[in-house]
């Protein structure tokens, strides 16, 4: 990923570094007006990876996000991250890590707080947490 001075989208697979493994939003069997974003399971492989539609906002790498046409933005009580069909995103700054070789991807509304995918057992789902790096490392593959 490579920043852009125009509000195009550019569309990624989003990678969690730290798992190997692609992020979706996770459908479950009943229609849901908002929908985890999750680590796909190396077990579950009937799940194909979307594409992610990253779009450039104001400020230093500030980016809006969406996924299935769906608005990408933290829960408003739980502080894990959805997808939603009112289709409302929320801003995110993605910074690259040169010595990582990776992303980290921020809230720019609340400081400091960062995309975690969890290690270990647990539910795979996307979160935010205080950035630390160990488990928030992401990449953005266009292939």
């Known amino acids: ?6 509000a195009s989208s550019k569309e990624y697979y989003i990678i969690s570094v730290q798992h190997s493994q692609c992020l979706h939003d996770v459908s479950g069997c009943f229609p ?7 680590v796909i399971s190396p077990d579950n492989f009937d799940v194909q990876a979307p594409k992610f539609s990253v779009t450039k906002g104001v400020g230093d790498n500030t980016y809006t996000i969406k996924v299935n046409g769906r608005g990408v933005r933290r829960g408003l009580a739980d502080g894990f991250i959805y997808s939603f069909e009112d289709g409302d995103t929320e801003e995110w700054v993605i910074t690259f890590w040169e010595d990582k070789r990776a992303y980290t991807i921020e809230s720019k509304g609340i400081v400091g707080r960062a995309w975690t995918a969890p290690l270990g057992g647990g539910p795979p789902q996307i979160r935010l947490e205080p950035l630390v790096m160990t488990d928030q490392l992401f990449r953005f593959d266009s292939l």
């Open 1 to 6: 990923m490579h920043q852009t001075q125009d």
């Open 32 to 38: 849901s007006s908002q929908r985890e974003i999750a």
